[in-house]
């Protein structure tokens, strides 16, 4: 018994330590998602065990989130890895991992969920903060059907809303129609919901989408089939006058809108281009009057013009009846 008792207290003194030696802080990047998508988080882990730790399938140690659905229902995983590639935190050592948990957990349901990050090395877990993930389905502003050439599947495409930090968000879902797959899920930006969203697609199965990001501003966003952005421009217009027009060879053009242009004494800085004023007027607005006091006029020549006479005495007054 008092062996017991001596391993016990030892284990105790030795376990105060361990449970030290790491320490996992981590938060979302988004507290509300769209439904489908991505999940992205940022762990930051503090490696103060003396020996290096190495994320991966392989490794000594295993990054893996508790998804709950409900009080005690996990979230079925995928069965893809959470960290793809290796990563190795020497010893006394600070290294940020960011992770997708839309990759390895079905979350295929808007919901609230809870998260909670576990870290296992050597058998010992290390356990995050718990924080609430809402999941929303959106407001759907626009869905269309594409087919594909050469092939039977087809595309859903769908412009959904959501409010996101007291602000509307546009958001492009791309679906297959073959099987229901959500292929692509992105955030383009702030929404104005003054002007309706106008998607086209062009010859070459490339997906174009203008919405108003500004009072003053819009946004062209360039999805490939597949889901890919392939670029981003940006417009000053008038809501009445910007729009997307397809050419007689199946290319999509902006109308009605100045594009951004890239200013050439800083790379990379994009400026706006300067509007004509509404009211058009003359530049100028006449001659000023020469400074100084103004100038005397000379009297005029010829006969004088008759002075008016007082009377003398209220006797000399004219009288009207």
């Known amino acids: 018994m008092k062996r017991l008792v001596i391993l016990l207290l030892f284990w105790a003194a030795s376990s105060g330590p361990v449970l030290a030696q790491i320490e996992l802080e981590w938060s979302l990047a988004n507290d509300r998602t769209l439904l489908m998508e991505p999940i992205k988080a940022t762990l930051t882990i503090a490696n103060y065990s003396g020996k290096s730790l190495s994320l991966g399938p392989h490794g000594n140690a295993r990054l893996r989130f508790d998804v709950e659905d409900q009080p005690t229902s996990l979230v079925r995983e995928t069965g893809r890895p959470l960290v793809a590639r290796p990563i190795v935190i020497p010893a006394g050592d600070t290294r940020e991992v960011e992770v997708n948990l839309l990759d390895a957990y079905r979350i295929v349901r808007g919901q609230t969920y809870m998260l909670c990050p576990l870290l296992e090395v050597d058998g010992t877990r290390f356990m995050g903060r718990r924080l609430a993930l809402e999941v929303q389905p959106g407001l759907e502003v626009l869905n269309r059907r594409y087919g594909m050439p050469d092939s039977r599947d087809g595309r859903v495409i769908s412009l959904r809303q959501m409010n996101?930090?007291?602000?509307?968000?546009l958001f492009f879902r791309l679906d297959s129609t073959a099987d229901g797959f959500c292929l692509a899920c992105y955030d383009l930006g702030?929404?104005?919901?003054?002007?309706?969203?106008?998607?086209?697609?062009?010859?070459?199965?490339?997906?174009?989408?203008l919405h108003q990001s500004a009072p003053d501003r819009f946004t062209l966003s360039r999805l490939d089939h597949e889901g890919t952005p392939l670029g981003v421009a940006f417009y000053i217009a008038e809501v009445g006058q910007i729009r997307l027009e397809r050419d007689s060879e199946?290319?999509?053009?902006?109308?009605?809108?100045?594009?951004?242009?890239?200013d050439p004494e800083r790379p990379g800085v994009l400026s706006a281009p300067s509007l004509p004023p509404a009211n058009p007027?003359?530049?100028t607005i006449g001659e000023l009057p020469p400074k100084g006091p103004a100038p005397t006029q000379p009297p005029a020549r010829g006969r004088a013009a008759p002075r008016?006479?007082?009377?003398?005495?209220p006797a000399q007054e004219p009288i009207s009846w």
């Open 164 to 169: 996101r930090r007291r602000m509307d968000r």
């Open 190 to 209: 702030r929404l104005i919901r003054f002007f309706v969203p106008r998607l086209e697609r062009d010859r070459d199965g490339v997906f174009h989408v």
């Open 250 to 262: 199946g290319a999509v053009h902006v109308v009605g809108g100045t594009p951004f242009e890239e």
């Open 281 to 283: 007027y003359t530049p």
């Open 308 to 313: 008016a006479t007082t009377p003398a005495t």
